[in-house]
């Protein structure tokens, strides 16, 4: 009872035109597990440019690219040395600029991480500051303290670290004598800018401008409600790990002095053609906390990591839905939705859990319930209002790999007792393009994470073709997402009456109705036939009066 998209009468991506980020599909790509193209057994931007057409033919309309900037890689590439140059283990600035120029030509548009928060230890400003000691001016553009006690030998406050421990660490002067303190909210090799000093702000301001001049389409900001801290940088009084989300006011995060740098980016980006935009990575507290973010003369869009968080019951997705709606309506900015990213569990792994456990799950659960899940949740999440997000490999409906060996791991956190609960390696793991190969169409050379044998039936060859897979699933609903006239950027959602644990809206253009129902519920449920069937997260058997929606399922349907 499926209808699928004929692929070869989708219409082509929209041109750049203003305001595309409303209601744009965009899809993340970690480069170091999407595609490997030199056989080293890591990711780089030509195997990136490689499967551009992969990505065109999937339906999405622009590629956000994870850092690709010189690091040592302390924490994967978040650590930058320099924000010019591309880092020989993914090319050099000539790839770079080839992807750029091939993804527009393929109607694709090109968003960059920007890592404005902190830098690498091995920054030259940073290197700088050590060698010279303190009083050194460069110490100005970090956040060097002398340490309490009488010898200086605790850190000046009580923060602590996001991947554990203090958020401070001691400095050896240059003869060797114990010296200052410097601030890394994040791990010591990521020492934070202190975006009070001029310098700083001019430096980003020139980074923006080289990337816009190669062509980039936009920026994701990492850590975009970190940049400012409390004056004084007061003690939390707390003993409490450090969370990016959390729901109390914290002196490292979500300071109102961040909004001014935006306004600054803002003007910049208004410089350049073809609507270049920035999102906000901001672990806000509250959604209108994060709307701050996207008012109009500051960023284009801001993750919903509310959304993400929020577990797949009913009543709670119904809730962060329209206060979703409400906070982004009151700044006229479009909602975002995303489901999993490069730091999380992957969702058919977190639907595979009970609810409750967070968002980084050490256990695999049921994988048969969580697949079922996340193509519900899929459908869900790309029937709403605004613009979607989509992780590499969720379309093919990846697990997180939550057996890696110890010996395998990389993730900074998990060497950090106290740190974030479980890893992210799982979520990191290389794609799958064939169903043979030494790591399954990745590369010739391996990968740098093992892959599940598994993997094999989850690959891209694998599920094409194949009407009932996951793959075919995401572009089927990505091309009726882009044709159907009630979908996309408009605020035009409406609640229908649901049994318990289903959840059924509406969206309507002129004559043409768009009917979402999403069965939550363990059981099969019926329903009154809302239209004609577009598409299922589940085959639906459907009578001229009555549709059975099986447990977990997600159908959309059309009228008019």
Avoid at 323 to 330: G, H, Q, S, V
Avoid at 434 to 463: D, I, K, M, N, R
Wanted: contains cysteine; negative net charge; hydrophobic residues 40%.
């Amino acid at each position: 009872m499926t209808e699928s998209a004929d692929p070869a009468t989708t219409p082509p991506l929209p041109a750049r035109t203003a305001d595309w980020w409303r209601e744009a599909v965009i899809y993340q790509v970690y480069p170091r597990s999407f595609a490997d193209a030199d056989g080293d057994g890591m990711g780089d931007l030509p195997g990136v440019r490689s499967r551009l057409p992969y990505l065109r033919d999937l339906g999405v309309d622009a590629v956000w690219l994870s850092p690709f900037y010189a690091s040592p890689q302390a924490d994967a590439g978040y650590d930058v040395a320099d924000y010019r140059v591309v880092d020989p283990m993914f090319g050099d600035l000539d790839d770079a600029v080839a992807l750029i120029d091939e993804a527009h030509r393929h109607g694709l548009r090109i968003i960059v991480d920007l890592v404005p928060n902190h830098c690498s230890d091995q920054h030259e400003w940073f290197q700088r500051a050590l060698r010279e000691g303190p009083g050194s001016r460069l110490r100005e553009r970090f956040h060097f303290r002398d340490g309490k006690g009488e010898q200086g030998q605790e850190p000046p406050n009580d923060w602590e670290s996001i991947f554990g421990g203090p958020a401070w660490t001691r400095t050896k002067n240059p003869d060797g004598t114990p010296g200052q303190w410097y601030l890394h909210l994040f791990a010591a090799e990521q020492p934070d800018f202190n975006w009070d000093h001029p310098a700083v702000r001019d430096e980003f301001a020139s980074i923006l401008r080289f990337w816009l001049d190669l062509g980039v389409d936009g920026f994701r900001i990492d850590v975009a409600h970190g940049m400012v801290k409390a004056e004084g940088l007061p003690d939390l009084g707390s003993l409490e790990q450090t969370k990016l989300l959390g729901a109390n006011a914290s002196p490292s995060f979500d300071q109102d002095g961040v909004h001014e740098i935006y306004r600054s980016w803002h003007t910049i980006l208004k410089e350049y053609d073809g609507w270049r935009i920035g999102v906000a990575e901001a672990w806000a507290p509250t959604l209108a906390r994060t709307a701050n973010y996207v008012r109009p003369d500051e960023l284009h869009q801001a993750f919903n990591f509310q959304y993400l968080a929020t577990s797949w019951q009913a009543g709670a997705l119904r809730t962060v839905i329209d206060e979703t709606l409400d906070a982004m309506r009151d700044v006229g900015a479009p909602a975002t939705w995303v489901l999993s990213n490069h730091d999380v569990t992957r969702h058919a792994t977190r639907f595979a859990n009970p609810p409750g456990l967070g968002t980084q799950i050490r256990t695999p659960g049921d994988p048969e319930l969580g697949l079922r899940r996340a193509r519900a949740a899929s459908l869900l999440m790309l029937a709403l209002p605004g613009s979607a997000y989509v992780y590499q490999g969720e379309e093919l409906g990846l697990p997180d790999v939550t057996d890696l060996p110890d010996e395998a791991r990389q993730d900074p956190a998990y060497f950090r007792a106290a740190g974030q609960d479980g890893f992210r390696d799982g979520c990191r793991v290389p794609i799958p393009w064939t169903v043979e190969g030494p790591s399954y169409g990745f590369g010739t050379g391996g990968s740098w994470l093992p892959q599940p044998a598994t993997w094999a039936g989850l690959s891209v060859q694998a599920q094409t073709g194949q009407d009932d897979s996951t793959l075919e699933m995401y572009r089927t609903a990505l091309a009726v997402r882009r044709t159907h006239p009630a979908l996309g950027a408009a605020d035009n959602l409406r609640w229908l009456d649901s049994p318990g644990d289903v959840l059924i809206f509406q969206r309507t253009d002129g004559d043409t109705t768009f009917t979402c129902t999403v069965n939550l519920t363990g059981a099969a449920i019926t329903l009154a036939v809302p239209g004609r069937l577009l598409l299922a997260s589940a085959p639906v058997q459907a009578t001229a009066e009555q549709a059975v929606l099986p447990p977990d399922t997600t159908a959309w349907w059309t009228t008019g």
